[in-house]
């Protein structure tokens, strides 16, 4: 089992930045791929970015490349996100995934197995 808790949402201005973190706990935490996704009001849940177990690699859908940063620390259980030059389009409710797999790459939400309670993420135009 693995719960998993974000943090670091909140307002920013467009061109701003902000870096979410998400605490997990469980000891397969260093085995598990990890992701995140977002869901803005009215639209489906989508995939962001994600990271497999050694750090890498790394992918990300393609509004945020170049924007975004995925990273993880495995002493500490945490799988951060880096958003940079954020845009009001950015705005949304922010998840952490895991999946009980070494490897992810794209993930779809069926690929997810544990979910954390989401952040959000509002960018002011």
């Known amino acids: 089992q693995v719960q998993l808790v974000e943090s670091g949402g909140g307002l920013v201005q467009a061109g701003g930045s902000l870096r979410l973190s998400c605490a997990a706990s469980g000891r397969t935490f260093s085995s598990n791929g990890m992701g995140w996704f977002r869901q803005a009001p009215g639209k489906e849940r989508e995939f962001v970015a994600s990271?497999?177990?050694?750090?890498?690699?790394?992918y990300y859908t393609d509004s945020v490349k170049g924007r975004f940063t995925i990273s993880r620390d495995n002493a500490k259980n945490t799988v951060d996100l880096q958003m940079n030059s954020l845009k009001p389009e950015d705005t949304a409710v922010y998840y952490c995934?895991?999946?009980?797999?070494?490897?992810?790459?794209?993930?779809?939400?069926?690929?997810?197995?544990?979910w954390g309670q989401g952040t959000q993420v509002t960018v002011s135009s």
């Open positions: 990271i497999s177990y050694v750090g890498g690699p790394t």
């Open positions: 995934a895991a999946r009980t797999e070494y490897y992810v790459a794209i993930m779809r939400q069926n690929d997810v197995d544990f």
